[in-house]
Each structure stands twice: as C-alpha cells, then as structure tokens.
C-alpha cells in the first residue's frame, strides 16, 4: 500500500510538470469575440492542459449574465468587450496584474486593476478604389472627407447606437483639435453635411457598402476591413487618418469569485505571453500589444500610422453628453 501510494504521487508531480491537465485543470468562459479571436483557445490548451469551455454571448449580454450569477458565478473570466463596459461593470471583476503586463506597450498596460488589455482595434476609414478614381480626388485623412465630390458618397453608422461609430467619433474629435474644441465639433457638422443623412443602422452596413459599390467612402473599424482583404477584396483600401488614428484595446476579466482562479490567471498571462501576442499579428485580423515580431500580408505595422491616444477616463465619463451632442447634430441636419 506504501509503494502504489508513492507512485501515485509521483505520477501526480509528472503530470504536473509536464502540463498534463489534472481533473481540476478546466475554465469557463463567456465571450463576445468572432471565431478568429477563438481559434486562440486551443493553443491555450495545448500549452497548459486545462480544459476551456466557451459560451459565446454579446458583451451586453455576458455583463447581465455575469451580474445574475455574481452570488454563484457560472464563468471565470469574460474574454473580450470594450472599455466603456467593463468600467461601467467594474464591481463584478477583480484586481489582476499579470507578470506580462510590464512588456506590453506602455500605453496599453492595465491601469484599472480589474481588466486586461490583450489587443486592439482601430478607427479607420475604407474607400472603394474603383468608385474613388473616378471621382479624380484622393482621401488621405478625414479633412479630405469635406470634398464637396462626396456629397452623398459617405456613409457611416449612428455614433449614438453603434460602438464602432462612436469610436470613430472620439477619434475624429481628438484628432481634429480635441473633445471640448469648437472647431473639431465643427468639422463634425461639417462631416455629417456631407454625410447627408447616410448614417446606417449596423457598423457592418459601412464596410459591406463600401465593398459592394453603394458608397465612396465609410467610416468604420479596422477588423473587418482587413479580413476583407484578407479574403480577397481587390477594390478596397484602408486609410488610416492623416491626423491620427486611434487603437483601443479590448479587455479580459477575471469575474469575483471564480472557481477555477489560477487557471483563469494563467489564462490572462497567456494572452499576453510572446507566443500568443505573435499569434495574434500573425494568425488573425488582430493586433498584438506587445513588441514581438509578427508580421502578415493585411496590415501595415503601427509604427507606420500615426497614433494619437485617447483620454479615456475623459471619454468615459462624458459618453452620455457626447452622444447627445452628435445626435443633435445629426438630428438638425
């Protein structure tokens, strides 16, 4: 009885060392990310041996489930979102500071404690080649979209429902002199005379329309513009704004409570190891946030782009009166 207690140990240290999942080795997750951002979760697993169980809900969504079950938490972490959510849920996740953290690029290390950043998207503008040659006129920034050839030839989604668009808002206030500047308020005005009532219902009605001919030019989010061209679309191009572009991070958190905490822990280190953030830059339409060599066909390296970044704590706080403000903007024209 001695002797099968002392192998039973020892093959319990072997698994252990050798990362072989023990009955305890599992997580659970609740994410509003596309399958690209998934296809992750394997190496995840193939490199620490826990088993991960994904229940995919919109953001919205995760965050009513998460407070639902906050007394008895179903989920471990929630893998993706934006900012904006998880601030305004900050009480349903806990303080985590990975030992990666300190290799990511400064201005995406985590600030908040309860929320990691693990890559980012940016505001972008897409032109259909085709249609934009025979206008005779370039687009190197949003100044250029005040053409008078664009009339009609715009379109972007509400700022007020679409999170995509209000992103693109911020950004164009920030880079157009500043969120309280009257002359970057202005150019908004401005913008959505040109606009002419083309704002759309859904983010993806931008770039699908920009690709499909009906529009010029969109105002839209990088993600889906590179997997477009990753599959193949020869009519389009990417513009990244002459006056600055902006890269917000999307989060990971870790809910209070959860079952299985140093796996969910290990998770967060993961994503922000080496090997991951270089799967990132070089299997999906993501950007790594920290420094790694990783390099694809679709995007152009961000020391290319000229970054501004934004004040989220500012953004944050002021969304409600931001949103107003576009609103009666675009409600007057």
């Known amino acids: 009885m001695k002797r099968m207690s002392t192998l039973v140990f020892a093959l319990v240290i072997c698994l252990c060392l050798s990362g072989i999942a023990l009955a305890d080795g599992v997580l659970t997750i609740v994410s509003p990310n596309s399958d690209g951002l998934l296809s992750i979760i394997p190496v995840f697993e193939a490199k620490t041996g826990i088993t991960v169980t994904v229940e995919s809900l919109g953001s919205g969504d995760a965050m009513k489930r998460i407070e639902s079950e906050r007394e008895n938490p179903t989920f471990d972490l929630m893998y993706g979102g934006s900012l904006a959510n998880y601030v305004a849920n900050a009480g349903l996740f806990q303080d985590y500071l990975s030992p990666e953290d ?35 006129i370039e687009i190197k920034g949003y100044a250029d979209l005040l053409q008078p050839e664009l009339k009609d030839k715009i379109v972007s989604a509400d700022p007020v429902a679409s999170s995509s668009a209000f992103c693109q808002l911020t950004n164009m206030l920030l880079a157009m ?9 202005q150019y908004v005005t401005d913008l959505f005379t040109n606009i002419n009532g083309k704002v759309v219902s859904s983010s993806s009605s931008v770039y699908k329309g920009v690709y499909n001919g009906e529009y010029v030019v969109g105002l839209t989010y990088e993600d889906p513009c590179v997997t477009l061209l990753k599959d193949g679309a020869d009519n389009i191009q990417i513009i990244y704004p002459i006056e600055g572009t902006v890269f917000l991070p999307a989060q990971i958190g870790i809910v209070n409570d959860a079952k299985n905490l140093e796996n969910a822990r290990a998770f967060v280190d993961f994503m922000l190891s080496e090997e991951a953030q270089i799967f990132f830059g070089e299997q999906t339409t993501s950007r ?44 007057g024209i």
């Not at 990691?116 to 998207?121: G, V």
């Not at 002199?177 to 308020?185: M, Q």
């Not at 060599?293 to 944050?316: G, Q, R």
Request: net charge negative.
């Open 102 to 136: 300190g290799e990511l690029i400064t201005e995406y290390r985590n600030v908040l404690g309860f929320c990691t950043n693990y890559t980012i998207d940016g505001s972008v503008l897409l032109v259909n080649t085709e249609l934009l040659a025979e206008l005779g």
């Open 288 to 331: 790594p946030i920290r420094p790694v060599d990783a390099k694809n066909d679709w995007v152009i390296p961000l020391e290319d782009i000229h970054l501004i970044f934004e004040d989220s704590a500012y953004v944050t706080s002021h969304t409600a009166e931001l949103k107003e403000k576009v609103q009666d903007i675009i409600m």
């Open 177 to 185: 002199g500043g969120y309280e500047s009257e002359e970057a308020w």
